[in-house]
């Protein structure tokens, strides 16, 4: 069945780089997610790839797929207190249903 | 516009009761997904809207559950007959295209 795999804790030093990685099993997978999100809240939608992709950056944000491996990271240039949260990567499977992985929750320290 | 709105964003219930919770989406709109999320867990899907035809559904939404979306705007979600392990934060999503869905802040239920 379909699964996506994540790291469940990072700790990163502000101004530092954080990568957050991911892997997922549905080959099939058109668009790959990186969702955010803060203690009570929702999710916010911060960067997707499409599946024919490697690479894809916006502002401190990029994420690179390597399709062979079914493996997604998310890196955050200069890391800050406010990108404290929890990280979720999910695929899409069918036009209704993304499967999320379980998050990662990233810690910054000042 | 304010984004998807959820009411309520709590809702405390007996064991046994009946709740009904509503999704308004992005006026533009046109696709609605429900997503149940506990605690320490992704989010898990439930259903999905195009318009006011539901067009996937779950196993996890079992009998005790239903959706509506009935003039292809707003949705509802009933959860009849509730149980503790109902108990979880009920997202909705909407969106315009298949990718990039915009969520709402939720519904904590909690089952007592």
């Known amino acids: 069945g379909e699964d996506v795999e994540q790291s469940l804790f990072l700790s990163v030093r502000e101004g530092d780089s954080s990568v957050i990685n991911c892997t997922y099993t549905?080959?099939?997978?058109?668009?790959l997610y990186w969702y955010k999100q803060e203690p009570g809240a929702g999710l916010q939608l911060l960067t997707y790839?499409?599946?024919?992709?490697d690479m894809k950056q916006d502002q401190r944000l990029t994420v690179l797929l390597n399709k062979k491996d079914k493996h997604l990271s998310l890196r955050i240039a200069d890391t800050q207190t406010g990108d404290s949260a929890i990280y979720f990567c999910a695929e899409s499977i069918s036009q209704g249903n993304l499967i999320f992985g379980k998050g990662t929750k990233l810690s910054v320290k000042p | 516009d304010t984004g998807v709105s959820q009411n309520p964003r709590h809702k405390i219930t007996k064991r046994g009761q009946n709740v009904t919770f509503r999704c308004d989406p992005i006026?533009?709109?046109?696709?609605l997904y429900w997503y149940r999320q506990t605690l320490g867990q992704g989010p898990e899907f439930l259903t999905y809207?195009?318009?006011?035809?539901?067009?996937?559904k779950s196993r996890l939404l079992s009998d005790r559950f239903s959706a509506e979306r009935p003039k292809g705007s707003f949705s509802t979600l009933e959860i009849q007959r509730t149980e503790q392990g109902d108990s979880a934060m009920y997202l909705c999503?909407?969106?315009?295209?298949?990718?990039?869905?915009?969520f709402g802040s939720g519904t904590r239920l909690t089952v007592v």
């Open positions: 999503a909407s969106s315009s295209v298949p990718r990039g869905y915009t």
């Open positions: 006026s533009e709109h046109n696709r």
């Open positions: 549905d080959s099939s997978s058109t668009y």
């Open positions: 809207f195009q318009n006011e035809a539901q067009l996937e």
């Open positions: 790839i499409f599946s024919n992709m």
